[in-house]
């Protein structure tokens, strides 16, 4: 081998090195970013739109809703679930919660309250997991169900 080709596989091998190690840029986000998405989300519930709330979700992500059995794995799945639920118009609001915030991720996990137009209520834990996709923030997970004490 030449000492021009070894020093080449070197630099090629010193510079692929370096793009591997580096790591990728995250974004800055606080607690109250955080908070603030469930708001978004639950200012879509209002709407009436299952678009509106749907288009809170990636593309590829889950929804284990508070009311139904079926995991919802596409937008069309989410959107049918939205479409029942929505007719019961839902108010959320947060009881208690945790927030964790990582590199380009996030997790809000806690109590909630949903309170529907004929009065009845439905408290529920929850959990949603964040991504960030490079533009905004989406839910990359849900997972809803029903507080299984009664009160």
Not at 92 to 99: E, L, N, P, Q
Request: glycine share 6%.
């Amino acid at each position: 081998m030449t000492l021009r080709l070894v020093t080449a596989l070197l630099l090629f091998g010193l510079a692929s090195s370096a793009a591997f190690a580096r790591s990728e840029e995250c974004r800055d986000a606080g607690s109250q970013d955080i908070a603030a998405l469930f708001e978004r989300w639950n200012a879509a519930l209002k709407t009436g739109e299952p678009a509106k709330v749907v288009a809170n979700y990636a593309t590829e992500s889950i929804l284990l809703p508070t009311l139904s059995n079926t995991p919802r794995l596409t937008p069309e799945a989410k959107a049918d679930y939205f479409e029942h639920f929505l007719l019961r118009k839902p108010v959320g609001t947060i009881d208690s919660r945790f927030i964790e915030v990582g590199c380009n991720t996030a997790l809000d996990s806690g109590l909630y309250t949903f309170t529907f137009a004929d009065g009845q209520v439905a408290h529920a834990r929850f959990t949603f997991t964040y991504v960030w996709d490079g533009k905004q923030w989406l839910i990359s997970s849900h997972h809803s169900s029903l507080m299984p004490e009664k009160n």
